[in-house]
């Protein structure tokens, strides 16, 4: 059974940097390069909906980005360890509008952009950019 958790999150200055890891364990310890998996990370900010921010997944057998929200486009970026047990979010130049909880998210399968399909989330973890 998949599990993830969030950490790394935290109180910075606009314009500052901050990575966040996702934890996943449940991935059986053979054939991780032929079971497709897919991790996202997802923003809850504060009176807006759960938005899908970037996602990545090994369809195909490679390593797959997809951004899926415009207002972090060139700033932040998904990338993950070799064993594919830790999934990072590095975030730049972050805004005050980035404030939110920090959610990342699996499935079994390719990245999707909804929600709906995520069976699997973590606690959240709390991003507040401030000056």
């Known amino acids: 059974q998949l599990q993830v958790r969030e950490s790394g999150g935290g109180l910075v200055q606009p314009g500052e940097s901050l990575r966040l890891s996702c934890t996943v364990s449940g991935l059986p310890d053979s054939g991780r390069d032929t079971i497709v998996a897919a991790v996202a990370w997802f923003r809850h900010a504060p009176g807006r909906y759960r938005e899908a921010l970037l996602c990545i997944d090994n369809m195909g057998g490679g390593t797959t980005n997809y951004q899926y929200a415009d207002s972090v486009k060139n700033r932040f970026t998904i990338s993950r360890t070799n064993d594919k047990t830790t999934v990072f979010l590095q975030m730049n130049s972050l805004k005050a509008e980035d404030t939110g909880i920090y959610y990342c998210?699996?499935?079994?399968?390719?990245?999707?952009?909804?929600?709906?399909?995520?069976?699997?989330w973590g606690q959240g973890t709390q991003v507040s950019v401030s000056s």
């Open positions: 998210a699996t499935r079994w399968g390719n990245c999707q952009k909804s929600r709906t399909l995520f069976r699997t």
